[in-house]
């Protein structure tokens, strides 16, 4: 954050990866609305952006990139802001992303340090981006099995955010690559508090269960796994979910502290939105999976 004002601070972010869906502009939709969620993870609003591409000009058609950079720019339209510029280079590998700038109040910005003992905690996506991407790399599900999930990925935070904000909520993070263990995480260490997952509550896509069990299991979910092995009290837990927790997410959901008060009028403003667990006085784990 940087604070330009009593009432106003800038918010910034960058964000790009190779694609993960097969289409151009559906992956330009996706890769923005991933950027752009950590701009709402903070309670701010996008106001500009910049793309950042990596395209390999002498293997593929311009036209790629093309569908590409109009995939992103709908979805910063969606968003209320505008790209400004960008730079690109020749690379081996396409990638595409976005720095984004935003602006947040200073006092309402949503933070990983405001969880605090008896609040809720609400996921706004489902799980398993991970899985069923992988498998759709690998041919392991049809196209039609990966809709829902591309859906998920395009849709932006912003109503989750904005009604957190408005709800006066102050603690926040979204689910991106380090899984939902790895980011529950930082709020546990942000907070000093312990956070009790019941995993039996966890949304999950459709597909992701046959993904898994298919083997389509992410390369990054092995360093998930060793960042939170430690930090984890694992409890009874499933494979699939203890799988699931750790799953890489692109473009994943907010996970919410909400004081009791609020939670059910959240859930009525944010209607995807599911109470996962609960937030504790800090114990031996910073994570406890029930």
Same mark, same amino acid.
């Given at each position: 954050?940087?604070?330009?004002?009593?009432?106003?601070?800038?918010?910034?972010?960058?964000?790009?990866?190779?694609?993960?869906?097969d289409d151009p502009y559906q992956f330009g939709q996706v890769a923005a609305a991933n950027a752009l969620s950590d701009i709402y993870a903070m309670g701010g609003e996008?106001?500009?952006?910049? !793309?950042? @591409?990596?395209?390999? +000009? #002498? &293997?593929?058609?311009?036209?790629? /990139?093309?569908?590409? %950079?109009?995939?992103?720019?709908?979805?910063?339209?969606?968003?209320?802001?505008?790209?400004?510029?960008?730079?690109?280079?020749?690379?081996?590998?396409?990638?595409?992303?976005?720095?984004?700038?935003?602006?947040?109040?200073?006092?309402?910005?949503?933070?990983?340090?405001?969880?605090?003992?008896?609040?809720?905690?609400?996921?706004?996506?489902?799980?398993?981006?991970?899985?069923?991407?992988?498998?759709?790399?690998?041919?392991?599900i049809s196209a039609d099995v990966a809709v829902p999930t591309i859906d998920a990925m395009r849709t932006l935070n912003r109503d989750a955010s904005r009604q957190a904000?408005?709800?006066?909520?102050?603690?926040?993070?979204?689910?991106?690559?380090?899984?939902?263990?790895?980011?529950?995480?930082?709020?546990?260490?942000? !907070?000093? @508090?312990?956070?009790? +997952? #019941? &995993?039996?509550?966890?949304?999950? /896509?459709?597909?992701? %269960?046959?993904?898994?069990?298919?083997?389509?299991?992410?390369?990054?979910?092995?360093?998930?796994?060793?960042?939170?092995?430690?930090?984890?009290?694992?409890?009874?837990?499933?494979?699939?979910?203890?799988?699931?927790?750790?799953?890489?997410?692109?473009?994943?959901?907010?996970?919410?502290?909400?004081?009791?008060?609020?939670?059910?009028?959240?859930?009525?403003?944010?209607?995807?939105?599911?109470?996962?667990?609960?937030?504790?006085?800090?114990?031996?784990?910073?994570?406890?999976?029930?």
């Amino acid at each position: 954050m940087f604070r330009l004002s009593d009432d106003l601070a800038l918010v910034q972010t960058v964000d790009f990866f190779a694609p993960i869906v097969d289409d151009p502009y559906q992956f330009g939709q996706v890769a923005a609305a991933n950027a752009l969620s950590d701009i709402y993870a903070m309670g701010g609003e996008p106001l500009t952006a910049l !793309s950042i @591409v990596g395209f390999p +000009i #002498d &293997t593929l058609p311009i036209e790629i /990139l093309t569908e590409i %950079l109009r995939g992103g720019q709908d979805k910063v339209h969606e968003a209320g802001a505008s790209i400004i510029g960008g730079h690109s280079i020749i690379d081996e590998e396409l990638k595409y992303g976005l720095s984004v700038t935003g602006r947040v109040h200073p006092d309402h910005m949503l933070t990983n340090a405001g969880a605090r003992p008896g609040d809720s905690l609400v996921l706004t996506k489902p799980l398993g981006t991970g899985f069923v991407t992988t498998a759709l790399k690998r041919g392991a599900i049809s196209a039609d099995v990966a809709v829902p999930t591309i859906d998920a990925m395009r849709t932006l935070n912003r109503d989750a955010s904005r009604q957190a904000v408005a709800l006066g909520v102050k603690c926040a993070t979204d689910i991106t690559g380090f899984g939902l263990l790895g980011h529950a995480s930082h709020i546990a260490h942000g !907070s000093d @508090v312990t956070i009790r +997952i #019941d &995993t039996a509550r966890l949304p999950v /896509l459709p597909g992701a %269960l046959d993904a898994w069990r298919a083997g389509a299991t992410p390369g990054g979910a092995d360093r998930n796994d060793a960042f939170v092995r430690e930090l984890t009290d694992w409890g009874h837990t499933e494979p699939f979910h203890e799988a699931l927790v750790i799953d890489p997410q692109t473009s994943g959901g907010l996970l919410v502290s909400l004081p009791a008060p609020i939670v059910e009028d959240y859930l009525s403003r944010v209607p995807q939105a599911v109470v996962i667990g609960a937030v504790l006085p800090r114990g031996e784990h910073a994570i406890v999976l029930a």
